[in-house]
């Protein structure tokens, strides 16, 4: 014979009819599991059904949105602007010479541009900006510790280089490029060059080459020194400028570890002869041969110096663990 502790349900249920059906807020715990059940089973949203997921982007799309980035924040920067003014120097002084000359063919156009563009634009401003921008594209996150954050997002850190790379080709090459298409107009208003002969207009793309091919190199370079460095633009100084400019002063081989040998070697033949080079020295002056490399080879040199320091940034930026904040005491 049953008692009523041994059916619960059917003691509440008594209960419920003693009462006169008036309705009483009883708790059934026998009945939870199936509540707990029922709200398990609910369906998911189309969203979290499998198939239904938002694709992962590729390769490609994880460079793009790194050289997005990478844009808005050079665009952003106070020393865009302060580049951008010291690469347009140059287009003032055709106009210059064309003002204080005393006679208004005094000077050759296709001297002054070739002379401004091979000294000041592929010499100077090429490692210039390559310092301001490339040199700080690696170490100013590190050093503002905003790189655990940027890294958060599950991209491959190989195409988070190469797309802050690219960003910053597209940002000097403008710069350059626009300052050496100016300042060859700029030139077009004395003798020997003019905007409209083919043969000006070919020199002009091939100078363009050469400081796209230079951009490369020393971008490669300033990235390096970036994320193996923490001053990468005083270390880029002393490389780029101190030790380039001392490589070919010294007779031999040396000026092969130069970036500056394999741009020059893409010049153009112009009448000069580029071959010598004269030095001046307390004891007189003495000519230096300088062993020549071709174009071809010169090409393959540089874009090696530019995989090898990108390889070099890729692997730094990929064994390396970022912290959001130091450890205490440290």
């Not at 000077?107 to 301001?132: D, K, M, Q, T, Y």
Request: aromatic letters at 8%.
């Amino acid at each position: 014979m049953s008692t009523a502790s041994e059916h619960p349900e059917n003691s509440m249920a008594a209960t419920n009819s003693d009462n006169g059906g008036a309705h009483t807020n009883v708790t059934v715990v026998g009945r939870e599991p199936v509540a707990l059940e029922s709200a398990v089973r609910r369906p998911l949203p189309d969203w979290l059904k499998p198939g239904n997921q938002p694709g992962r982007g590729g390769y490609a799309a994880s460079m793009l949105a790194s050289c997005r980035h990478a844009l808005v924040t050079l665009t952003r920067r106070k020393r865009l602007a302060l580049a951008a003014f010291i690469a347009f120097l140059p287009v003032l002084i055709p106009l210059a010479l064309a003002f204080l000359s005393t006679s208004r063919f005094a000077e050759s156009g296709n001297e002054v541009f070739v002379r401004l563009v091979e000294e000041l634009h592929i010499n100077v401003f090429a490692p210039l900006l390559a310092l301001f921008f490339a040199g700080m594209l690696v170490a100013e996150d590190i050093e503002t510790r905003t790189m655990p954050y940027i890294l958060t997002r599950p991209i491959p850190r190989s195409a988070w280089v190469a797309g802050r790379f690219c960003a910053f080709m597209i940002v000097a090459a403008t710069i350059l490029l626009t300052s050496a298409a100016l300042t060859f107009a700029a030139a077009s208003i004395h003798a020997n060059l003019t905007l409209t002969n083919v043969v000006d207009l070919s020199l002009l793309l091939h100078y363009f080459g050469v400081m796209i091919a230079a951009l490369l190199a020393y971008g490669g370079v300033a990235v390096f020194l970036g994320a193996f460095t923490k001053r990468p633009i005083v270390y880029g100084v002393i490389l780029l400028y101190g030790w380039q400019s001392l490589a070919t002063q010294i007779p031999g081989l040396v000026d092969f570890f130069t970036i500056k040998k394999y741009t020059d070697a893409l010049l153009p033949v112009m009448a000069t002869q580029r071959h010598v080079a004269e030095i001046q020295t307390a004891l007189g002056t003495f000519q230096r041969e300088v062993f020549q490399v071709s174009a071809i080879r010169a090409m393959v040199a540089l874009l090696l110096i530019t995989t090898i320091s990108l390889t070099a940034t890729i692997l730094a930026v990929s064994r390396r663990e970022y912290a959001a904040d130091r450890t205490a005491g440290s």
